[in-house]
Structures are given as structure tokens and as C-alpha cells.
């Protein structure tokens, strides 16, 4: 039966109809069952919840301005870390399983070279800066590397070891970075010659800050240390340099970009810390090992030549094969694997310029403090063997 008692609001029924239209599509279009009592009121239902009636009665403003609680959680507030750690986390993903990045498609390094782009643009604002962080110190994980945009010859970490011959021959098992009290860094490749025999090889070197943004540092490395079976040490090479500035740093990782704008992702503890990155360079060549590897190389030589000398073809093949061998290894190993040009030559004669400049002032500043306190301590002395004197 049709009701004629007149509206509260003065206003035609018709008026209302929208607003109820309106909230019921609000419950359908909402994850929630919505049902019509026989009061003709809406009821929407949360997680259990029934709300309170949304339009029982278009003409009383106080039900249809009811305000309705669905029941769901209160937005959490949004942290200023909480990007930079959701790109990290995608990083780590996508780089994980692609031995430092050798194995990773040109798309997703495309989309990992942007996401760390993005870091080092968050990593502007971060306080304490880098060389003041105590994050900095520790051992890495060399988890991934990137010429980036830069026109860098050869793999950005582990040199020549790290190139298609260098990976065939002697198989990477390790890729370590340390940045060590007070002033100290070590890089390690560890590997299996012709894949069981263990070694590795290492640097280490001085690092000295650069520029006023406290996230750039130059190292200059001694000659790397080549070790066979952990017990046959042989420095080779020659002194080398890096510029490096750290973009970003965490708990989890420290992102780092060379002076030619090669990326580089760390991460942190784990392996590294079982590498013995401390003693990495400290080894000294012995004659036992210069003997060896000697021995090794010539024998190469002269077994090749003892079978090519015998005429027949499978003979001569496989000294061919010996020849070869020892001539990938030898460009593999020759300069302890670095791949140096004339600008890295000259950047490193620059570099010990600078660390002998910085020795001599240090001396000479040393002294000048040494021989104040003695002219200090004799002018005292003098003084006070003149007054019992003059008493």
C-alpha cells in the first residue's frame, strides 16, 4: 500500500533515490556480502561485521548520514625507507643465481641498472654519509657487476679471471670485497684450476678519501698475490688503482660506482666472512712457488715440443693443445690478471705521487711536534736549575 505520510526533509521521495542508489552500488562494487533485510535497509558485512543500517528511511537524515565502518584496517603510514628497501629487494631477486651478473639477460639488466640508478638517487640523502657510516666496514659478497653506460674494457671485478678464458681455465668459486679498519681494502677471486685444483687470487691496498661528498675513495693496490693450493704464493704485476664511490648503503648491501661508471652490487657478511679477507695480500712469494709455476710453464713448452718433433698427427695435436694451454694461462695470469691502460698507468703513478706527498708532510709534521716538546722540555729544565742558582 502506498504511503502518504509526508517527508521530514519537505523534499520529493524521488529527491532520495539517487543517494540510495548511490551507497548500494558502494557495497556491491566492495569485496563484501551485501543484503536487503525486510526493512528495506542496506547491509553491508565485513569480515563478520554487520555495519549499521546505511538508508532505512530516505527521509531521515539521521540514518542515511550514518557513517559506515567496513571493517578494515587503518592505512599504515608511510615510511621514507620503505622504496629504497623495496628496490633492494628486487634487486637481490633479480640478480640472485647469475654468478655476479655474467648470466643475467640484457632485459633484466637493463631494469637492474635502472633500479640501482634509482638507489644512488635516494643513496644523495642519506646521513651519516657513507665514509662516516660504521655500515661501511665489513666483508662482501661480490653479488653483481654491470659495465653499465661506460666504455670499460673487460669484467669490472676479478679482471682477466673473469673473462671467457679466465672462467674456462680457472673456474670462479668466490667474487670478495673487504673494507677494513682503519684504511685498509681487499679484493679475493677464489677458483678451481681446470676445475679441482683450489687458489685464488688477491689484492690489497691503501684507501685514501677523495672530494668533499664523504662517499668516494681511491685505492691503490700493492701487486696481486696468485696462490695455488693455499700454499704456493707468488706476487705478479704491478701496482693498480681504483676510484670508487659508494651510492647507497644499508644493512643488507653497499652499492658502489667506478670513475667510469661501472656498477657494482654487495652484499653483506656470508661467504665473505669466510674468505679470510684480512690476511688477502699479506703473502710473500716464495722460491718454492716462483719454482713451480717455472716448472709448470716449461714443462708445457718442452713436452710440446717433444711430441710435435715425433711426426705423427695425434702427436702434434696434443702439442698443440700444450702450447695453447700454457698460453692462455700465461694471458690469463700475466699482470696477476689486470686489465690496465696507459690512462690506469698514469692514474696510479698520480695516486703514489700523492701517498709519498702525504707520508713526507705526516713525517714532517711529526717532527716539527717532536721538537717542540724537546726545545719545550729543555727551556723547562733550564729554568728550573737557574733559580736554586740565583737563590
Not at 63 to 82: L, Q, R
Not at 251 to 257: A, I, Q
Request: glycine share 10%.
Amino acid at each position: 500500500m502506498l504511503s502518504l505520510r509526508p517527508c521530514n526533509n519537505m523534499a520529493p521521495i524521488a529527491s532520495h533515490k539517487p543517494v540510495l542508489l548511490v551507497r548500494a552500488k558502494l557495497c556491491v562494487r566492495l569485496p563484501w556480502v551485501v543484503r536487503r533485510p525486510r526493512n528495506n535497509a542496506l547491509v553491508c558485512r565485513t569480515s563478520g561485521i554487520i555495519t549499521e543500517p546505511v538508508a532505512s528511511n530516505p527521509c531521515n537524515n539521521s540514518e542515511s548520514n550514518t557513517v559506515v565502518n567496513f571493517g578494515g584496517p587503518e592505512p599504515a603510514a608511510h615510511h621514507p625507507d620503505d622504496e629504497a628497501r623495496h628496490i633492494v629487494d628486487e634487486v637481490l631477486e633479480a640478480i640472485e643465481a647469475t654468478d655476479s651478473g655474467l648470466q643475467i639477460s640484457p632485459e633484466a639488466r637493463t631494469r637492474v641498472d635502472s633500479l640501482l640508478d634509482r638507489l644512488e638517487t635516494l643513496g644523495t640523502t642519506q646521513q651519516p654519509r657513507p665514509l662516516d657510516n660504521p655500515l661501511l666496514w665489513g666483508n662482501y659478497n661480490v653479488a653483481y657487476t654491470s659495465v653499465g653506460r661506460s666504455q670499460e674494457r673487460g669484467e669490472p671485478a676479478g679482471g682477466r679471471f673473469r673473462g671467457r678464458i679466465g672462467r674456462a681455465l680457472f673456474r670462479t668459486a668466490g667474487l670478495f670485497q673487504s673494507v677494513l679498519k682503519p684504511d685498509i681494502a681487499t679484493n679475493k677471486v677464489e677458483f678451481r684450476l681446470f676445475g679441482f685444483l683450489p687458489g685464488y687470487v688477491g689484492l690489497r691496498g691503501r684507501v685514501l678519501p677523495q672530494g668533499d661528498n664523504g662517499d668516494t675513495v681511491q685505492v691503490i693496490f700493492e701487486p696481486p698475490v696468485l696462490s695455488i693450493a693455499n700454499s704456493l704464493h707468488l706476487k705478479i704485476g704491478k701496482p693498480s688503482s681504483v676510484v670508487l664511490s659508494t651510492t647507497y648503503l644499508d644493512e643488507r648491501v653497499r652499492l658502489g660506482k667506478g670513475s667510469r661508471g661501472s656498477l657494482f652490487v654487495f652484499t653483506r657478511g656470508g661467504a665473505a666472512d669466510a674468505a679470510e679477507m684480512d690476511q688477502v695480500g699479506l703473502e710473500r712469494t716464495s722460491l718454492t712457488a716462483a719454482a713451480a709455476f717455472t716448472a709448470f710453464f716449461v714443462s708445457l713448452f718442452l713436452g710440446g715440443a717433444a711430441l710435435w718433433v715425433s711426426g705423427q698427427l695425434v702427436l702434434k695435436a696434443a702439442a698443440l693443445s700444450m702450447w695453447l694451454l700454457g698460453a692462455a694461462m700465461g694471458a690469463v695470469v700475466r699482470q696477476g690478471g689486470l686489465v690496465m691502460d696507459r690512462e690506469d698507468e698514469r692514474m696510479v703513478a698520480a695516486a703514489k705521487a700523492d701517498l709519498e706527498r702525504r707520508r713526507q708532510e705526516q713525517e714532517q709534521g711529526r717532527g716539527t711536534i717532536g721538537e717542540s716538546e724537546r726545545v719545550d722540555r729543555t727551556g723547562g729544565g733550564g729554568s728550573a736549575a737557574a733559580t736554586p742558582a740565583a737563590a
